[in-house]
């Protein structure tokens, strides 16, 4: 069993949130993970903003860009399989409501592999698989 860490906990990790880091300090490296939906997720946002850069903050905004690779690259990947993809599909089949569809794959990996996402967000991703498969790490300590 995997922890995925959804988007929006990555803020808090990397500010060293104090609840964050206790319930990071309980768990194995190896054992945290990021979704590749989230990778994207993370690097467009330092793309668009090193592409949009006036040129006084383009080398601030390279090195933003360049800090949130090598963040990235400290922990496992977890990309789609055939398995993700038919969960997503049933997911998407069962819940009718306006989900964003990056929480649905999200949601779908875990599924597929038994592995539980970390996430403030608890609420958006409630309807989708079981609480117990669910944690925050900055509001709760686990």
């Known amino acids: ?5 959804d988007s929006n906990i990555l803020r808090y990790y990397t500010a060293k949130h104090p609840t964050m ?6 768990v194995p490296a190896e054992r945290l993970a990021i979704p590749f939906v989230v990778v994207i997720e ?5 793309f668009d903003a ?12 390279q090195e933003r860009l360049l800090a ?18 038919a969960e997503l ?8 409501t306006r989900k964003r569809y990056s929480d649905v794959m999200i949601a779908a990996m ?9 996430t403030r967000n608890v609420d958006d ?12 790490w900055v509001d709760q300590v686990y």
Do not use: C, H, W
């Open 89 to 96: 599909m049933a997911l998407r089949q069962r819940v009718s």
């Open 42 to 46: 993370q690097l467009r946002g330092r």
């Open 110 to 118: 875990a599924l597929a592999s038994g592995d539980i996402v970390v």
């Open 1 to 5: 069993m995997r922890y995925l860490l």
């Open 125 to 136: 991703f409630r309807d989708l698989m079981p609480a117990a498969k669910i944690q925050n």
């Open 68 to 85: 949130a690779q090598q963040f990235l690259s400290l922990y496992q990947t977890v990309y789609m399989d055939e398995k993700a993809v």
């Open 50 to 61: 090193y592409l949009k850069a006036e040129p006084e903050n383009l080398l601030r905004e």
């Open 21 to 26: 880091t206790r319930n990071l300090a309980r």
